[in-house]
């Protein structure tokens, strides 16, 4: 019996219809395509009334076929399956084709951008003739969730979930959670203690029944798919048994090897062999360098294990490897500062008092290596002129093209803690100030008023070369100031450098293992940037807080929030709907030559070592299609898009290259002397 299709051509108020003579494209869709029963053009498909129009066409007409020519599938394609499903038809015999942004907004020609749309309706009739009815998949989701990564996009993710009454494994991979956050003295606009707002979720997350805290360990390996996710963990060796230790810090205080603090103190402080990261780290068990330790260097001294009151200390510890099972993943594994050594003409670790952010945040921390105090190198100098110089690393083509989102602001505060403890002269180096937050415009007009300088220009130079006397002793930041249009060589006693924000150095890494994509600059990619800003292309995988890009602390937060719903929401329905677009193995036919496995971008191809064939997991296939080009036997079939699919399409899209065409240009249809006649 033959196809009755519907097509319906959409103006999108003017997105297609100011470039594309849709009326045009209807009509002649209708009068000389095969198989088109009905062709209807309307203002704007995806509106109530545009369903509805559809519904009713297809109960009345009985079609068997709908094409829409509107915009992107990604917007609307389960909006109009959805259509068709509800007036009876099978949703996988639509077929979107996309006129809006493959001719309206690209072309330039209004004539020639409607017959590129007639070529794009026609293919889209053609192939659609031949779709098959598929099925959605369900599969059941497993209530535990995995978060990786223990700053405060992973905490409150963590939280909301673990609230909720779901099980929930956190994994850092740091001796305490916290993260940057914990590093911080004070947060802007609100100037808030940052250990006073992180501390108590740190506690929370930390003595939650349903929490799993999975600190010094490391994901190694995750197998599965949506629902049902298996996961390797490397639980590292602290060399102190958690069941016995209480905590009490007596081996940290009696041991007798000092080292400078590279992580948590960014290297301005010291901690012994044996330490806590940070006074409120969390869990509180000390953790063993055993890089540092006398022990592990030459078998001798042992002070900590001799004096722990609960015999906590084991230097023979080894690393445990943990497999747990979860339905979603969290991943919110932070960001790592710009290494300033890679700028060598700003001076960092070459000049003694240029630092870094990281650095100053510590040194102006009441809980930091100088008590809070803002001092030179020398441990005792106030500075009297400080220079903070923005965009280190970033929005500069040769390190970061981005915006490092934060660094305005965290300046912003920078300056006013200098005035506010030492009253010195505080110049801020800027390209553009970005303030367009809540309340970040008025802690920038604050800070005008507190009377801090802001000389617009990128620096060239920081250097320690005087000119003149009065620059002797001095840091000179030369810079041009374009607003005044002249050069400038200011003397400083201090240059702060805001560094850029970059993603882990493990990213990319990690993103594999998870079967998620990482931009040009290392951040992970969202499925949609602006309507999915926290799903992945990999269901049940998530992501939140500056992995996925440059953010604040709100943002985190609220990001982190977001991604938890998500997974609450999936967890409520207790199975996910699969999509059934999927490719498929002629397993008879399957000579096991596991082209497809190395090819497969998402890891969705398994190998029966016994039967010696490949096999699809559906779950996880997207149905791409790499799989079915690569296969050099060809029995790798992708429903809905089939040979026939394909080709069918292919043909419908030449209509104006193929001889044998009436009057307007419309190929003729099969059975007619004009298609006789065509060679």
């Not at 405060?152 to 939280?159: D, E, P, R, V």
């Not at 934060?406 to 801020?428: D, N, P, Q």
Request: aromatic share 6%; hydrophobic share 40%.
């Amino acid at each position: 019996m033959a196809e009755k299709v519907g097509v319906y051509v959409c103006h999108c108020g003017s997105n297609i219809a100011g470039m594309v003579d849709v009326a045009e494209v209807a009509r002649w869709a209708g009068k000389h395509l095969p198989g088109v029963a009905v062709a209807r053009d309307y203002k704007f498909m995806c509106s109530s009334l545009g369903q509805a129009m559809i519904e009713e066409d297809i109960k009345k007409e009985n079609l068997t076929r709908v094409v829409v020519a509107a915009c992107s599938p990604h917007l609307h394609e389960k909006t109009f399956r959805r259509a068709c499903q509800n007036a009876g038809m099978n949703g996988y015999l639509c077929q979107m084709t996309n006129i809006r942004e493959h001719v309206s907004w690209v072309a330039v020609d209004r004539a020639m951008a409607t017959e590129k749309a007639k070529a794009l309706v026609a293919a889209a009739v053609q192939r659609v003739q031949r779709q098959q009815p598929l099925e959605p998949m369900f599969v059941k989701v497993n209530p535990a969730t995995l978060v990786i990564g223990g700053g405060i996009a992973g905490l409150q993710a963590t939280l909301e979930l673990a609230d909720a009454g779901y099980k929930v494994y956190l994994v850092e991979r740091e001796p305490s959670i916290g993260g940057h956050m914990a590093q911080f003295d004070k947060t802007f606009p609100t100037l808030d203690c940052s250990a006073c707002i992180l501390t108590p979720k740190m506690s929370e997350v930390g003595q939650h029944e349903n929490v799993t805290l999975l600190t010094y360990s490391e994901v190694e390996h995750v197998s599965g798919s949506v629902g049902n996710f298996r996961v390797r963990i490397r639980k590292k060796a602290r060399s102190v048994n958690e069941d016995l230790c209480t905590g009490c810090g007596i081996c940290s205080e009696k041991c007798p090897r000092k080292v400078v603090d590279e992580v948590f103190e960014a290297g301005l402080g010291t901690r012994k062999a044996i330490y806590f990261p940070f006074p409120q780290a969390v869990p509180r068990i000390p953790v063993i360098d055993r890089q540092s330790c006398i022990w592990f260097e030459r078998q001798k001294c042992g002070a900590c294990k001799k004096l722990c009151p609960t015999d906590a200390i084991d230097f023979h510890q080894k690393d445990e490897i943990l497999e747990i099972e979860v339905g979603n993943i969290i991943v919110a594994t932070g960001w790592k500062l710009f290494d300033c050594k890679r700028i060598p003409q700003y001076g960092y670790g070459r000049l003694a008092n240029v630092y870094t952010s990281l650095e100053f945040e510590r040194l102006c921390n009441a809980a930091g290596p100088t008590g809070g105090k803002i001092v030179l190198r020398d441990g005792k100098t106030e500075p009297r002129e400080v220079a903070i110089i923005h965009c280190v690393g970033s929005r500069d083509v040769k390190y970061n093209e981005h915006c490092s989102a934060i660094c305005c602001m965290a300046a912003l505060k920078f300056g006013h803690l200098v005035r506010e403890k030492t009253r010195a002269k505080v110049y801020s180096f800027y390209i553009d100030m970005r303030t367009n937050q809540k309340g970040y415009e008025e802690f920038y007009q604050r800070l005008l008023e507190e009377g801090m300088i802001f000389v617009r220009g990128k620096v060239a130079e920081v250097t320690d070369a005087a000119r003149k006397p009065s620059e002797k002793g001095k840091l000179i930041v030369q810079v041009e100031d374009t607003l005044l249009g002249k050069q400038q060589r200011i003397p400083v006693d201090m240059v702060i450098l805001m560094g850029a924000l970059e993603p882990q150095a493990d990213a990319k890494e990690l993103g594999l293992k998870l079967g998620i994509s990482c931009s040009m600059a290392g951040w992970y990619i969202e499925r949609h940037p602006k309507l999915d800003p926290v799903a992945t292309m990999t269901d049940g995988v998530f992501v939140a807080g500056a992995c996925q890009g440059a953010k604040d602390i709100p943002a985190s937060v609220a990001q982190g929030a977001a991604a938890a719903a998500r997974v609450q929401g999936m967890i409520s329905k207790g199975k996910v709907i699969i999509e059934p677009v999927v490719a498929s193995i002629d397993e008879e036919h399957c000579s096991g030559c596991r082209v497809c496995n190395t090819m497969c971008p998402y890891n969705a191809i398994e190998f029966d070592e016994e039967k010696h064939v490949s096999r699809v997991i559906t779950a996880l296939c997207k149905g791409c299609g790499t799989c079915v080009a690569s296969c050099p036997a060809g029995v790798i079939t992708g429903a809905h898009f089939n040979n026939e699919q394909i080709f069918a399409e292919i043909d419908g899209i030449l209509w104006d290259a193929v001889s044998g065409r009436d009057g307007e240009g419309a190929r003729a249809p099969a059975g007619t002397a004009a298609a006789a006649a065509t060679p």
